[in-house]
């Protein structure tokens, strides 16, 4: 049974690790520096750091609830960052804990609106920047954010997250990273 254990900043030193390998998959190798914690904002927590001398920025957040019929997962979380070097604002990825069914998607419903995601092996990103911005600004207005995937065994799950303290924290990175 997957059991979803309460933030810590130590334990969400995982995000930073996850920001480092999108980066060197996406870049040029370079070294960045260990992330700082921005603070805890109820469910969220927030932190900056540099990537080749460049500020990234990220909130993230475990879910409160996991669903689905299986034995073992992985680590779920979700990440926004901000890239402000790279003009890459507001990007929304997340991590599954297991890899996603070949050509699936994930949705992220929150309230009355559906988001699809593309997946690749155990992650799900949107499909563009316009995408990206419109589940930002429902995450700011919204109480509470569902995930819906099915694993490459078939498995169907649901992850809902808090959105209590998302406003906070993505102005804390907005503030760090001096995005408006």
């Not at 190798?29 to 904002?41: C, D, E, H, R, T």
């Not at 073992?72 to 997340?94: F, M, Q």
């Not at 995930?147 to 649901?158: A, E, N």
């Amino acid at each position: 049974m997957y059991v979803v254990m309460k933030f810590s900043l130590c334990k969400f030193c995982f995000a930073a690790a996850f920001v480092m390998v999108v980066a060197v998959a996406v870049s040029a190798p370079v070294l960045a520096q260990a992330a700082k914690a921005l603070g805890s904002f109820d469910a969220w927590e927030a932190y900056q750091e540099t990537d080749g001398g460049q500020p990234v920025c990220y909130v993230g957040s475990q879910p409160t609830t996991a669903k689905g019929k299986y034995k073992t997962r992985g680590e779920t979380y979700i990440l926004i960052t901000h890239r402000p070097a790279e003009k890459s604002l507001g990007v929304v990825s997340l991590k599954a804990g297991y890899t996603f069914q070949k050509a699936s998607e994930a949705d992220i419903i929150i309230g009355e609106a559906t988001f699809k995601l593309f997946t690749d092996d155990g992650h799900a990103f949107a499909y563009d920047q316009k995408t990206d911005k419109a589940i930002v600004s429902a995450m700011i207005r919204g109480a509470r954010l569902e995930v819906k995937g099915t694993s490459s065994r078939g498995t169907k799950t649901t992850d809902t997250y808090s959105l209590k303290g998302f406003s906070a924290a993505y102005k804390a990175i907005g503030k760090a990273c001096k995005v408006k």
